[in-house]
């Protein structure tokens, strides 16, 4: 299974940026389908996940932000690609963001639940 991130870029704060990954190489749709960042000496972090099964998401709360839908994962399956739009851009989330894929039937928000991993694709908010 390959996961190719892409779509990250520079942006001024209060911008936005969407993300894509694209996996190949086995059934996309039986997987849950999650991002992660990591900022420059910072433990990696998760940011959001969708499920396979139900298509349900979840987000961590840093980026849920006082305005709804800072962040919203979405998927197609047709086209085997997840997506992370993200809106109100700050420069706390300046980081290498990855995708991740598993094959579990609980809600996976650690790195360590997930079995493949894309290459990550930087994402810097200037202020």
């Known amino acids: 299974v390959q996961l190719q991130a892409s779509g990250g870029g520079l942006v001024q704060a209060g911008g936005s940026l969407r993300l894509s990954c694209t996996v190949s190489?086995?059934?996309?749709?039986?997987?849950?389908m999650g991002w992660f960042r990591q900022a420059p000496g910072k433990e990696r972090e998760f940011v959001a996940v969708?499920?396979?099964?139900?298509?349900?998401?979840?987000?961590?709360?840093s980026v849920k932000g006082r305005v709804p839908g800072r962040f919203t994962i979405s998927r197609d399956n047709a086209k085997n690609t997840v997506y992370l739009q993200m809106n109100s851009l700050k420069p706390e989330d300046t980081a290498v963001y990855y995708c991740?894929?598993?094959?579990?039937?609980?809600?996976?928000?650690?790195?360590?639940?997930?079995?493949?991993w894309g290459q990550g694709t930087q994402v810097t908010v200037s202020s």
């Open positions: 190489g086995h059934t996309f749709s039986s997987y849950n």
């Open positions: 991740a894929a598993d094959r579990g039937t609980t809600v996976p928000t650690a790195a360590w639940q997930y079995d493949y």
């Open positions: 969708i499920r396979w099964i139900s298509g349900s998401t979840y987000y961590a709360d």
